[in-house]
């Protein structure tokens, strides 16, 4: 089994800075890609931005130019810097990690795994 832990999130004013962190820990082999989502009240959950395991990156547009996603492979843990926060911005973010398990390939399995969530809330 695999488990994601976010963190980082809380109460900031509109133009403010956050930085969330999604650690993976158990059966991990690889991380093939790990992604940030939010859900608003009332709201269906979207995404945010991705990043594979060499880097790529990809962004909604309502964030793109103040939110930087990273990832540290070595350590199993993704990033969203948020920065330039909007009261739209506000939301539960979670993150989401596709992950192969199992030490041979013969046996080695694909997961979609995601987090509990962590509450953003931007002030006006």
């Known amino acids: 089994q695999v488990q994601l832990v976010e963190s980082g999130g809380g109460l900031v004013q509109a133009g403010g800075s956050l930085r969330l962190s999604c650690a993976a820990s158990g059966s991990i082999f690889s991380i093939d890609v790990m992604r940030w989502y939010r859900q608003a009240p009332g709201n269906q959950r979207e995404l945010v931005a991705g990043i594979i395991s060499g880097g790529s990156t990809i962004y909604a547009g309502a964030v793109k130019g103040r939110f930087t996603i990273s990832r540290d492979n070595a350590d199993n843990t993704a990033y969203l810097q948020m920065n330039s926060l909007k009261p739209e911005d506000t939301a539960v973010y979670y993150c989401?990690?596709?992950?192969?398990?199992?030490?041979?390939?013969?046996?080695?399995?694909?997961?979609?795994?995601w987090g509990q969530g962590t509450q953003v809330t931007v002030s006006s």
């Open positions: 989401n990690a596709v992950v192969y398990s199992g030490r041979y390939y013969s046996t080695r399995t694909r997961g979609d795994y």
